[in-house]
């Protein structure tokens, strides 16, 4: 029984250092990497910001915590004691472990096969779990052993399995995040649009709202526009591009959307005592570079996509797969007159007081980071587009 102790220690210690990597990412947005995100198939931070990294509105680590904390303070009193006490504490060790086994199954699918991506720390509580499940395989020898009769397991092994298995499937059920877009026309008004999500709408007004001009940028045929000062090295940044591109595939006819640089990186951002993204700098130079030859959006898909490997020879290869004019590329990447956009923007942002990427302005209304999944974005930009059009609240 001590083996389950020292086992529940560990899945606490794992617990207690995602606590703290979530905390880091929350705190400081997009200015903060966890060393575990290594890259896209390997990346704790993608699972961390996703709606499946909360449960009950509390970070997923914290139940964790609990629950391998409770299975340390059971399988302790099962070691210690001798009788019913024995008993009851080993019952309710095994039942825990079978139930975290069942969560722990249902969390690595997610991982796989919803958000694309490993997280190391997860994995390690899983493992922790295989090997808790062995202790408990072997429980029922034990009790025997201890002079106990009665069954560890309510309906045996197999039983509690599958209750544990049914009770995961119904939390999944209950609480799957949506990933639709909201049902809403493009010609809702504004009560049918805060009637649809009171607190989205209630948090989003009350957002601050900055002059239009002071976002540096100019009028628009269309009546939203989103500002988004990024970051190509940002994880958060990644994400937030990829939003950002199927809004405008849902709602291109209402919003026309702005990149802006903002690398966290003091080589071309002077607010910067030193620099969190080495490379930054250069990638946005690279994006500016291959804008003078029509192609700036592609190479910030580009960028993106190998934003873990943003070296010199990568940009020049990139280059290459985009077909572009490799030496006036090169010759570009050599000037320094390049980098006069990005240093404006850096500027710019500072100006805004930017402290984490990526960082919007949607009409001027200031949100920073991204939103948890697209109907945020589309509700944002149906409020926006409803304010530019005069409409106010009866």
Known sequence: MYGGV????VGVALALTLTYVHAQIDKHAGAYTSFC?????????????SPFAMFAGVPIAWWA????????????VAARSRGARRFSALRLASIGTIGSVAFSLYMAAVSLFVLSTVCLMCSGLYLVTACLMGVVIAAP????????????????????????IAAVAAIAILTWPSQDTIALSTSASLETIRESDEEFFDWYMALPVLDAASTGVGASDKPVTIVEFSDFECGFCKKNH??????????????????????????CNDALQSSIHHHACRAAQAAECAGAQGRFDEMCDALFD???????????????????????????????????KVLADARAGNRLKLTSTPTLFINGRMVKGTFETPDGYDRAVLIEARLAEGHTLD
């Open 141 to 164: 020898a034990a009790h025997k052993a201890a002079g106990g009769r009665d069954a560890v397991l309510p309906g045996g092994l197999l039983g509690s399995i599958a209750a544990a």
């Open 306 to 340: 190998n934003q873990k490997r943003l070296f010199g020879e990568m940009l020049t290869k990139l280059a290459v797969k985009l077909q572009l004019d490799t030496d006036a590329f090169a010759d570009c990447m050599a000037d320094d007159a390049s980098l006069k």
């Open 37 to 49: 995100n290594v890259n896209d198939s390997v990346n704790c931070d993608r699972v961390l910001t």
């Open 242 to 267: 990829e939003l950002l591109a199927a809004l405008k595939a849902r709602l291109g006819g209402l919003v026309n959307i702005v990149y802006r640089h903002f690398p966290l990186d003091a080589a």
């Open 65 to 76: 915590i609990l629950a391998y904390g409770g299975l340390a303070g059971a399988f302790f």
């Open 6 to 9: 020292a086992l529940s220690l």
